[in-house]
C-alpha cells in the first residue's frame, strides 16, 4: 500500500503542531518559512519543505 503524498504531509504537519511548544514557535516558524521556499524552489514542494523546516527549525531552537 503506498501512501498518498497529501496523507504523509497531514501526519508531518500534524505531529509537528502537537510537538511544537510555545518557546520554540520562532525557531519553528523560521525553519518553516526557509524550508517552505526551499522546498518551492526544488520542485513545488512547498508544504514539504515548510513541515520539514519546521521540525529542524524546531530541533536547533531547542
Same mark, same amino acid.
Given at each position: 500500500?503506498?501512501?498518498?503524498?497529501?496523507?504523509?504531509?497531514?501526519?508531518?504537519?500534524?505531529?509537528?503542531?502537537?510537538?511544537?511548544?510555545?518557546?520554540?514557535?520562532?525557531?519553528?516558524?523560521?525553519? &518553516? @518559512? #526557509? /524550508?517552505? =521556499?526551499? *522546498?518551492?524552489?526544488? $520542485?513545488? !514542494? &512547498? @508544504? #514539504? /519543505?515548510? =513541515?520539514? *523546516?519546521?521540525?529542524? $527549525?524546531? !530541533?536547533?531552537?531547542?
Amino acid at each position: 500500500m503506498k501512501a498518498s503524498p497529501i496523507r504523509i504531509v497531514l501526519i508531518a504537519t500534524t505531529l509537528a503542531f502537537a510537538t511544537a511548544g510555545t518557546a520554540n514557535a520562532a525557531g519553528c516558524l523560521k525553519g &518553516a @518559512v #526557509v /524550508g517552505g =521556499v526551499a *522546498g518551492h524552489y526544488a $520542485g513545488h !514542494h &512547498a @508544504v #514539504v /519543505g515548510a =513541515v520539514g *523546516g519546521c521540525m529542524v $527549525g524546531r !530541533h536547533l531552537a531547542k
